[in-house]
């Protein structure tokens, strides 16, 4: 079941997003919106939020779990 999530995600410019994208769009299977200026990222996914988080994580950048949207 497709679910839609919210995630704190300490991005500070475009570059910042643009790493969120880059490791969202290499996971697959899941869409995504991007508000930089609040630093959050919604994505709406079937996968399971602890894989959806530590991707996040990988682009170095501080990542939390807010919770659903």
Known sequence: ???????????????CSGAVTRVLNKLGGVQFEIDLPNKKVFIESDKDTDVLL?????TGKAANYIGPK
Do not use: A, I, P, S
């Open 1 to 15: 079941m497709t679910t839609k999530q919210e995630f704190f995600v300490d991005m500070t410019c475009e570059g």
């Open 54 to 58: 530590e991707t996040l994580k990988k």
